[in-house]
């Protein structure tokens, strides 16, 4: 049994990020930039104003009230094309750019409309109300860096500066097994002894979170040559990923079936609970992970190593990103394996969570994974630890 750093080091030793392919800005929410993205122009390209109202020149409006004439109007895409002179005034609009000559704009609630002229009753100096040129961002400048997962903010800005179509890395296409005679589908009909296969949807519903294109292999029966077969659908993936039989049992064949087929095996068996008969090789170069069946195991195993796997694909920081919390009951002393004990966080009195492992962590036992917050680490021969210890979360709010 290896240990889980070692184990991740391995798995990541010489993942290199996918290549880029172009999408359009409305395919683009989620993908991972691969190159820097820079304004096509100046936002706001000129002078514009903040509000309704009008524009004048701060010397007419010293001495308050003023009527000013008006001679023209400036709404928004359509600029004034003449000078305000002494006495001058623009009815403008928000977004309606700053005529030449004027340098500040009075709110309309602070004048009269007078029709032929305005009455300015209120104002201030120069550049209110105004935005200048450039004020969000110039032509040229770097909106976002590459490996950036672009949000909904980021979709905004990238319109914004009249980018049309963006470089992000192409998802990983994650080829993905269900394997056991007793798993069915969910919404089939159980025959005693049968139960719903739970893994795999959770499996690929993760790789979509984080950007993935799932490849559902469906569930092959535990037999040599019908695993064989659901196998020869991972070809073209990135990666491959077969839930169960990993163990040791006469019905555990993953492993073997995948070694007649030359799997280079990276190793089997870590030392981490849930999870120990973790596998790990490459087939023809692409690399396979074998997650244990157990539905608690797998998952845990797929937080902790598969996510990494596929953030390294896209080009992201990929070591999972632990919190720090308060024990809210006494831990006892850990054994050899690295241990994952799910828990629910609640606001502790100086601010760090408190987090309080279930009492009961069988690794069969799904609800308990979908009812905590995070899950507790116990390092390898941890020691006992009584309630509020400090100690390291991997947070579940985003899964
Ligand atoms: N003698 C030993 N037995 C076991 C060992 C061991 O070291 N010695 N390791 C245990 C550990 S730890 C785990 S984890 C499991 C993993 O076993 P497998 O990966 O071979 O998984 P299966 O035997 O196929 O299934 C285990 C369990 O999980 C259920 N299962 C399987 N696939 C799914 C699925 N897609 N969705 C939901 N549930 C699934 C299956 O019905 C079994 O109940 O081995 C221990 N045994
Ligand atoms: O690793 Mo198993 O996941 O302990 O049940």
Redesign the pocket.
Known sequence: MIPVAEARARILAGVVPLPAEQVALTEALGRVLAEDVAARLTHPPLAVSAMDGWAVRTADIQALPVELRRIGSAPAGQPFPGTLGPGDAVRIFTGGALPDGADTVVVQEDCDDLGESVRVKDGSGPGRWVRPAGQDFAAGVVGFKAGRRLGVRDLSLAAAMNVPWLKVRRRPRVAIL???D??VMPGDTLAPGQ??????LAIAALVKTLGGEPLDLGIARDEATALSQALDGARGADLLVT???????E??LVRKVLGDRGLDLGFWKIAMR????LMFGRLDGMPVLGL????V??LVCALLFLRPLLLALLGLQAEPRFIRAVAGTDLPANDGREDYLRATLAPGPDGMPVATPFPKQD??MLSRLAWADGLVLRARHAPAAPAGTVVEVLPLDDV
Do not use: F, L, M, Y
């Open positions: 269900a394997t056991g007793e798993i139960i719903v296969s739970s893994n795999a839930c169960g039989g990993a163990s040791v049992g019905h555990d849930p999870g120990k008969p244990p069946g157990n539905p195991s797998s690794s069969g």
